[in-house]
């Protein structure tokens, strides 16, 4: 191959791997919630939402548990203290068929595993069961992260509040 034809040939292998350790950052409204990929629970009741401050939504950040019919807040998920991205839609919520547990994953660094935390949810309460813990290269988790929020950046399922209009 020619030089440009090769140069071409990698630039096009390598996209994926470049846009897979970018940053997702959103900036949210004052009073809008982004409802994460997959968050809302099987029975419609529950969400799990987003919100930060500032224009890269890294101020104040955190996942919530919301009510997924009145977009009412119930509480902060508390643990997840490390991320990498703001965006709604780089958190993945893994629920049980029955909604009563909840596995929510997301980076926190471009190039560390992943992380996850499982929560059971009762009495509109999350309890943390597990976490935050590393995901595995390879693991079932992995599997669903990518599957989820690597692909063609999916806009959320719900957004409660009012969102500021973005370019």
């Given at each position: 191959m020619t030089t440009p034809r090769l140069l071409l040939f990698l630039s096009i292998l390598l996209l994926p791997v470049i846009s897979v350790r970018a940053t997702s950052n959103y900036e949210y409204g004052p009073?809008?919630?982004?409802t994460v990929t997959k968050g809302i629970s099987p029975d419609g009741k529950i969400a799990i939402t987003a919100h930060g401050n500032g224009e890269l939504g890294d101020e104040n950040?955190?996942?919530y548990l919301t009510d997924a019919g009145t977009g009412k807040k119930i509480g902060p998920l508390e643990e997840i203290?490390?991320?990498?991205?703001t965006a709604a839609?780089?958190?993945?919520?893994q629920w049980s068929s029955d909604g009563q547990q909840v596995t929510i994953v997301w980076r926190v660094d471009r190039h560390e595993p992943l992380k996850a935390i499982s929560y059971r949810i009762t009495g509109r309460r999350a309890q943390k069961i597990k976490?935050?813990?590393n995901v595995k290269d390879g693991d079932a988790l992995e599997k669903f992260f990518v599957k989820e929020c690597?692909?063609?950046?999916?806009?959320?399922?719900k957004i409660f509040g009012t969102p500021l209009k973005h370019d």
């Amino acid at each position: 191959m020619t030089t440009p034809r090769l140069l071409l040939f990698l630039s096009i292998l390598l996209l994926p791997v470049i846009s897979v350790r970018a940053t997702s950052n959103y900036e949210y409204g004052p009073d809008e919630y982004v409802t994460v990929t997959k968050g809302i629970s099987p029975d419609g009741k529950i969400a799990i939402t987003a919100h930060g401050n500032g224009e890269l939504g890294d101020e104040n950040f955190h996942l919530y548990l919301t009510d997924a019919g009145t977009g009412k807040k119930i509480g902060p998920l508390e643990e997840i203290k490390e991320f990498l991205d703001t965006a709604a839609n780089a958190f993945a919520a893994q629920w049980s068929s029955d909604g009563q547990q909840v596995t929510i994953v997301w980076r926190v660094d471009r190039h560390e595993p992943l992380k996850a935390i499982s929560y059971r949810i009762t009495g509109r309460r999350a309890q943390k069961i597990k976490g935050p813990f590393n995901v595995k290269d390879g693991d079932a988790l992995e599997k669903f992260f990518v599957k989820e929020c690597v692909g063609d950046g999916k806009p959320s399922p719900k957004i409660f509040g009012t969102p500021l209009k973005h370019d």
